[in-house]
């Protein structure tokens, strides 16, 4: 079965740092894409970052604060995420979908989800 789980959620101050990561089981990484999306509450849900084996792609509200990477070993994509703010709250999903061998994007029909973590980022 294909599974994705994300952990790592938690509550921040601004300014502060926090590293999502996301377990995938029954697939290898290596012909899938892995995206992060996020949604807060009253807003629709956005992409945040993603990651294939041809390279990674990032939003722009996120670029140069977040970073997204992967251990094929253990079958985890992780985001780091530095320099939090208040906006970033929402919670965090994975999704996979099958690679196209090229640079992932965040438009794409992600068809396997997690069931996502809570990230709050408040004083």
């Known amino acids: 079965q294909l599974q994705l789980g994300e952990s790592g959620g938690g509550l921040v101050q601004p300014g502060g740092s926090l590293r999502l990561s996301c377990a995938a089981s029954?697939?290898?990484?290596?012909?899938?894409?892995i995206g992060w999306f996020r949604q807060a509450p009253g807003k629709e849900r956005e992409g945040v970052s993603c990651?294939?084996?041809?390279?990674?792609s990032y939003a722009d509200s996120v670029k140069g604060r977040f970073t997204i990477s992967r251990d094929n070993a253990k079958r985890t994509v992780y985001l780091q995420m530095n320099s939090l703010k208040p906006e970033d709250t929402a919670v965090y999903y994975c999704?996979?979908?099958?690679?196209?061998?090229?640079?992932?994007?965040?438009?794409?029909?992600?068809?396997?989800w997690g069931q996502g973590t809570q990230v709050t980022v408040s004083s």
């Open positions: 999704a996979a979908v099958l690679g196209l061998r090229t640079m992932c994007a965040l438009h794409w029909s992600y068809n396997y």
């Open positions: 029954g697939f290898n990484l290596d012909y899938y894409a």
């Open positions: 990651i294939s084996s041809s390279g990674d």
